[in-house]
């Protein structure tokens, strides 16, 4: 139980352009989702946390305009790269955390990764 | 937390032979601790958690961690490493403080030689 599942795993995009990842929990519900930034060799940077049915928080020096975060259910979240030039090419990392109270509440799960190039 | 301290960017170690990957954390509450893996080009994967009871836990793949709140650690260990267990490791640390917080470590990458 507990999987997360990200789509596409790899994109590669024109300068310019607009680019979407999904990422959805296939075996419960998420209240809260987490987008992460991991450059190479380097470990994961929060982007933002999404909370279903309200707007995304972002992490200081995280443009909101730029990276657009949507939570519109449970199990699904998106996460939309606009104008993207090659500075975006990243590996973004999204979790999730389930709908429970208690310890469970802590863990989140993640998703197998998006590996974004923009050329 | 304030912060989390992967004291090692990098653990050279031959096949078979002992492993203890360091991490340390600083934080003014209560806090929740994990160590993850990562795989080439992949997402991490959970290897072990304390959330509370025994200092002492056990996860996956044979690998352990210890709690110490004294020394603010949670060093993660195996006795006996494989090739397959060369991968990046993450440390993390979660606390509450009217919403839930994760603070990763840089990461240490496991090199295991034959």
């Known amino acids: 139980g507990a999987v997360v599942s990200q789509h596409p795993s790899w994109v590669i995009c024109k300068s310019g352009t607009s680019v979407k990842i999904e990422c959805r929990s296939l075996?419960?519900?998420?209240?809260?989702m987490f987008w992460y930034r991991q450059f190479p060799k380097q470990s994961l940077m929060l982007m933002a946390t999404?909370?279903?049915?309200?707007?995304?928080?972002?992490e200081q020096g995280v443009e909101k305009d730029k990276f657009l975060i949507n939570h519109a259910s449970l199990t699904l979240s998106t996460l939309t790269v606009t104008s993207a030039h090659p500075e975006d090419s990243s590996f973004y990392i999204c979790s999730a955390r389930r709908g429970t109270s208690g310890y469970l509440s802590y863990e989140q799960y993640f998703g197998p990764g998006t590996r974004l190039t923009v050329t | 937390a304030q912060s989390v301290t992967q004291l090692d960017s990098q653990v050279p170690v031959f096949e078979e032979a002992p492993v203890e990957l360091r991490c340390n954390y600083s934080?003014?509450?209560?806090?929740?601790l994990f160590w993850y893996v990562q795989y080439p080009n992949q997402g991490l994967q959970l290897l072990l958690k304390?959330?509370?009871?025994?200092?002492l836990v056990k996860g996956i793949n044979g690998f352990e961690a210890e709690f110490n709140k004294s020394q603010t650690s949670f060093h993660l260990r195996k006795p006996s490493v494989h090739i397959s267990d060369t991968a990046e490791y993450f440390c993390?640390?979660?606390?509450?403080?009217?919403?839930?917080?994760?603070?990763f470590g840089a990461g240490t990458r496991l090199f295991v030689k034959a």
């Open positions: 304390y959330l509370s009871g025994s200092t």
């Open positions: 999404s909370n279903e049915g309200s707007k995304a928080t972002y």
């Open positions: 993390a640390v979660t606390e509450y403080t009217g919403g839930f917080k994760t603070i």
């Open positions: 934080s003014s509450v209560s806090v929740y």
């Open positions: 075996d419960f519900q998420a209240t809260t």
